[in-house]
């Protein structure tokens, strides 16, 4: 065992010792003087406690203290009834601090018991009963802070424990404070009590006992029971102090008598009206006037000393606010991180934090992760971290998606409500407010939720706030995933690749390919919504191909080639026969008669009229795919697809462009439209 826990031992058995063993008085006047020592010990170390939590164990002084006490006063009755001797101490407070007088001793032990059992501990009951309920009323908001904190990154995960525990730590302390509050009553009740049992027992004794007479009995026992009441009350008002102090302390960041004396001496206005009005008291009135002036001139001393020092503290304040203004201005890591940009934000309004909280319910955040899943098993590339925090500046129900910082989307929800949709055969309306799908931008009526089963039963489409928004983020990510691909991430994919195929990769990089110029291919292939997880084929592809070419664009069509198996499931599933749309093979030739080559790449040259009619003649073949509600697809020759995408991209972004070479021969296709411009153009 350790020697403190041998202490606190040792302390508690001496208690049920002096319950049970009658002690001799130089022992009783050793317990004593430790029972003083230990209040006063308790009480300057409350004082200067600097968080409630310092004394966290202080419910179970109280306990171990009362017993103690308590102990102390059986033993002391035992003496002072059988021997009329309780030892040095007892009697010193009876004939010292009661003044050697029954009356006098009686009068200032009274008062003791009043002040201890009326004043200190009736309030700090009341303070302890107060803070534990409000404690316990808090923790909520506070966890919901913790988690806010937590969510926008201002805190770590080992802070968000650390502030979790301290927060139930406060809550466990408070509610045992109003509870062992209760010990420090009893003692004081328990002491009345035990003193008048010792004056009646005291007198019995004399007079039977001792052949006393009643005056002299009652003279050397009440004087004795005073004493013993006296020295046994004294450490319990210095622990009765101490649990008010502690219950009643606000301060977490100074000791206890610092705060006090700057609160109570801090402002010279009201020490300088002080001064004055004692001062006046002593001239005008039959008051002491050396007493008086002089303690007004004191204080007026003191007012223009605080003064003094509270401009000086200005100035420093002033200075120290400059220079740290001035050393944050010198330090360029503080400038940097001000630099940074998340790559992708989620910010919404107050009334859309429900649902990213996730003590309220909210799954925003776990929606949020099988985002990043999704699009990882669907794309084969990592997402950035996706930063959700809330914005006052936004409508309650309104949130702005942004990518690098810029503002890409937003949408709006209505909280406790559904959206439906008619998927496009259902013919019976329902009520609701009308507005827009923020994904797609397809007409919706917002719904209650009494009206979600009969919308579902009619065929609508039905989905709540949280899934809108994961849907809308999702379809957001997917349109700028190819952008958000950096070099860094695309090193990292290399290195995933590296570890089973090392032959490879060291083939590959840097020695043909830089990582930059695979970081392009990879994009080229997520902005048509091509998964590059299939990296082994990608990057075998790139490395048959990059010693005939280092053209960025040319490789990806190389590589979307090798991955036709991919490309014919995603835009021809199940080999069955698909609608598309042809290129008429002189627009292919006007095409290509218009490619310049230039040492940063390859751009097309096409006048304006010329892409017009193109534009045109893409729309009216679109629409009829379009109208078989089909999507719609463009078929071109393996050397054109890149080029008519690029050109096209930029009017329907949503096109779909493939070559011959990227389907498979079990795929069957149907032509229902060709896009040409007239003789003259093509000529």
Do not use: C
Request: avoid cysteine.
């Amino acid at each position: 065992m350790k020697k403190a826990d041998i202490g606190v031992a040792l302390y508690i058995l001496a208690a049920f010792v002096m319950f049970i063993v009658t002690i001799p008085s130089w022992m009783l006047d050793i317990f004593l003087a430790i029972n003083i020592a230990v209040a006063f010990t308790i009480m300057f170390t409350v004082m200067f406690s600097k968080e409630v939590l310092d004394m966290s164990y202080f419910p179970t002084m109280l306990l171990f203290t009362t017993i103690f006490r308590i102990a102390l006063n059986v033993s002391s009755t035992k003496l002072i009834l059988t021997t009329g001797d309780p030892g040095n101490v007892v009697e010193t407070f009876g004939e010292y601090v009661g003044g050697g007088d029954l009356i006098v001793g009686a009068i200032v032990f009274i008062i003791l018991i009043l002040i201890q059992f009326m004043v200190i501990n009736k309030g700090s009951e009341r303070v302890a009963e107060v803070t534990a309920r409000f404690t316990l009323d808090a923790m909520p908001g506070k966890q919901m802070a913790i988690d806010a904190d937590l969510n926008t990154g201002a805190i770590t995960d080992a802070e968000a424990k650390k502030r979790r525990d301290k927060i139930q730590e406060e809550a466990s302390f408070f509610g045992s404070m109003d509870g062992a509050v209760k010990y420090v009553k009893g003692d004081a009740t328990a002491g009345l009590i035990i003193t008048a049992v010792n004056i009646i027992g005291g007198i019995a004794m004399g007079m039977l006992r001792q052949n006393m007479d009643i005056s002299a009995a009652l003279q050397k026992y009440t004087i004795l029971t005073i004493g013993d009441g006296l020295v046994s009350q004294i450490p319990s008002l210095l622990i009765s102090l101490s649990t008010g102090v502690l219950v009643t302390k606000g301060s977490k960041d100074a000791d206890f008598g610092t705060v006090l004396v700057s609160q109570l001496f801090g402002i010279p206005k009201a020490l300088y009206i002080v001064g004055g009005v004692i001062a006046f008291l002593g001239i005008v009135t039959p008051l002491n006037p050396i007493i008086f002036i002089t303690l007004g001139v004191v204080f007026i001393v003191v007012a223009r000393v605080m003064q003094g020092t509270i401009e000086t503290a200005g100035i420093e304040e002033e200075a120290n606010e400059e220079e740290v203004a001035a050393e944050e201005i010198r330090q360029p890591e503080n400038v940097n991180s001000l630099l940074q940009v998340d790559p992708i934000e989620l910010e919404f309004g107050y009334g859309i934090i429900p649902l990213a909280d996730v003590n309220q319910g909210g799954d925003l955040l776990d929606r949020v992760v099988m985002i990043r899943r999704q699009i990882a098993l669907e794309l084969g590339t990592v997402v950035p971290i996706i930063r959700l925090r809330d914005n006052i500046q936004l409508n309650p129900n309104q949130y702005i998606i942004k990518i690098k910082g810029i503002q890409v989307s937003e949408g709006e929800i209505l909280f406790d409500h559904y959206m439906a949709m008619n998927p496009g055969y259902v013919e019976e309306e329902i009520t609701g407010i009308p507005t827009f799908e923020p994904s797609f931008h397809l007409p919706a009526i917002w719904i209650s939720e009494s009206q979600r089963e009969r919308a579902e039963s009619m065929g609508y489409t039905v989905v709540d706030p949280p899934s809108i928004i994961a849907t809308h983020l999702t379809q957001v990510i997917r349109e700028h995933i190819a952008e958000l691909l950096s070099r860094q991430d695309t090193q990292n994919l290399i290195n995933n690749i590296k570890e089973p195929n090392p032959t490879l990769i060291e083939e590959l990089v840097p020695k043909m390919l830089g990582v930059g110029e695979i970081q392009k291919v990879l994009q080229n292939l997520l902005n048509e919504g091509i998964s590059i997880r299939d990296l082994l084929t990608i990057f075998e592809t790139l490395a048959d191909y990059a010693t005939t070419t280092r053209d960025t664009d040319i490789l990806t069509e190389y590589v979307r080639q090798a991955l036709k198996r991919a490309i014919s499931s995603k835009f021809f599933p199940n080999n069955e026969t698909t609608s598309v749309i042809t290129l008429d093979p002189m627009l292919e030739q006007k095409i290509m008669g218009s490619v310049k080559q230039t040492e940063t790449g390859a751009y097309l040259n096409l006048d304006p009229d010329t892409t017009k009619m193109i534009m045109k003649s893409v729309e009216s073949e679109s629409k009829k795919l379009e109208d078989m509600g089909r999507s719609v697809i463009v078929i071109t020759s393996p050397i054109v697809r890149i080029y008519f995408k690029r050109l096209t991209e930029e009017y329907y972004k949503d096109l779909i462009v493939v070559s011959y070479n990227e389907v498979e021969s079990s795929v069957e296709l149907q032509s229902v439209g060709m896009i040409s411009i007239n003789d003259n153009l093509a000529g």
